[in-house]
């Protein structure tokens, strides 16, 4: 079960000792019975497909900005092509070109390698760039799920002043 979902830790949750490179082939080596010359490889792969570049792959975690933390943490979760991706505040520290940049990858990810994603956000603007649907969490229950239509048709006050609210206004147009 555990292979064919991937999670993107709000802060990384990278090992501070380990490179990229060795972080991402983590679950690899956890997982998959492969040799390292293979391991290694992947792992450079996936590092290159969220945009990071080769040699950042020798890189340790404290070397790296905010941004590359989340791509470096990105290519770890994809270490063993999941079908479900879960994204915990993914753009949280971001400043808003670095998180613009994060949604799109998120979004061309999804779309190229047909993921599912599962996020956890707060961030209006990652919501219109790149969901299908949300669902809205409290009083101890799901109080709306649907599209973004949904929820700002959605008669709740905590939820109408979110999805209504000026910047919801300003993120969803």
């Known amino acids: 079960m555990e292979k064919r979902w991937g999670v993107l830790f709000q802060f990384g949750a990278l ?16 997982f998959l019975d492969l040799p390292d010359q293979l391991v290694h490889g992947l792992a450079r792969l996936k590092i290159e497909l969220v945009g990071l570049r080769a ?25 063993l092509d999941p079908e479900v991706l879960f994204l915990d505040e993914p753009t949280a520290g971001l400043d808003p ?8 990858l998120i979004e061309d990810l999804r779309n190229t390698l047909g993921l599912t994603v599962v996020m956890v956000t707060h961030d209006l603007d990652t919501l219109s760039a790149i969901v299908d649907r949300v669902a809205v969490i409290g009083d101890r229950r799901v109080l709306v799920a649907g599209d973004l239509d949904a929820m700002r048709r959605f008669d709740h006050p905590w939820v109408r002043s979110y999805f209504g609210g000026e910047r919801a206004r300003a993120a969803f147009g």
């Open 15 to 30: 090992f501070s000792a380990l490179t990229v490179a060795q972080n991402v082939a983590v679950p690899m080596r956890e």
């Open 55 to 79: 040699g950042d792959g020798d890189k340790y975690p404290a070397e790296l900005s905010g941004g590359m933390i989340k791509r470096a943490a990105l290519a770890r979760a994809l270490a």
């Open 97 to 104: 070109i670095a998180a613009s940049a994060f949604d799109a």
